[in-house]
T-cell receptor, first 112, second 115 residues
Framework: KNQVEQSPQSLIILEGKNCTLQCNYTVSPFSNLRWYKQDTGRGPVSLTIMTFSENTKSNGRYTATLDADTKQSSLHITASQLSDSASYICVVSEASNYQLIWGAGTKLIIKP | GAVVSQHPSRVICKSGTSVKIECRSLDFQATTMFWYRQFPKQSLMLMATSNEGSKATYEQGVEKDKFLINHASLTLSTLTVTSAHPEDSSFYIC???????????FGQGTRLTVV
């Protein structure tokens, strides 16, 4: 069964600190993996999208990694800011029908 | 990046009435649009896939007669919640892709409250 699991479920860190969010998936065949940021009451906004051959991709203070062999991805946030408080969702696209398989998200809270 | 506009952002309606939510791709053509529902503290749940010029494909458990989807053009899809009930209160989000294997862009979402 195609699944995407994220950890931790929630995370609280102090402003300025770094953090890493995890995503494990069992989606097959694999097309690409996306990380989205969703502010409360808003639609998701894309941070990164990686295909099978990409190991890492950065978007400002956000860096995503992908290990297609172990089917794991991480999202690293550097020097966190209060505006980083949001839910971060890992989404994997299946290659056969391009269906998006959604993780439950990690709720990140940045405290001053 | 591409822009998907969703309207309205918030709506309150009485039980038994119908509500229409619009989703527009502003700077690209989307042959396929997606409608999601999100309950508090949960991730997005796909309701249906909307294809321009044809009937929508609904996910299991989603009532097609209750959630009417029309994809009238390559830039507009609408979701109508018919005979709304309080349990339909939720956050509804649309998404559009230029093509199936490309980036998906999301609308701002619509908070529906049925009283």
């Amino acid at each position: 069964k195609n699944q995407v699991e994220q950890s931790p479920q929630s995370l609280i860190i102090l402003e300025g600190k770094n953090c890493t969010l995890q995503c494990n998936y069992t989606v097959s065949p694999f097309s690409n993996l996306r990380w989205y940021k969703q502010d409360t009451g808003r639609g998701p906004v894309s941070l990164t999208i990686m295909t099978f051959s990409e190991n890492t991709k950065s978007n400002g203070r956000y860096t995503a990694t992908l290990d297609a062999d172990t089917k794991q991805s991480s999202l690293h946030i550097t020097a966190s800011q209060l505006s980083d408080s949001a839910s971060y969702i890992c989404v994997v696209s299946e290659a056969s029908n391009y269906q998006l398989i959604w993780g439950a998200g990690t709720k990140l809270i940045i405290k001053p | 990046g591409a822009v998907v506009s969703q309207h309205p952002s918030r709506v309150i309606c009485k039980s038994g009435t119908s509500v229409k939510i619009e989703c527009r791709s502003l700077d690209f053509q989307a042959t396929t649009m997606f409608w999601y529902r999100q309950f508090p503290k949960q991730s997005l749940m796909l309701m249906a896939t909307s294809n321009e010029g044809s009937k929508a494909t609904y996910e299991q458990g989603v009532e097609k007669d209750k959630f009417l989807i029309n994809h009238a053009s390559l830039t507009l899809s609408t979701l109508t919640v018919t005979s709304a009930h309080p349990e339909d209160s939720s956050f509804y989000i649309c998404s559009a892709r230029p093509s199936m294997n490309t980036e998906a862009f999301f609308g701002q979402g619509t908070r529906l409250t049925v009283v």
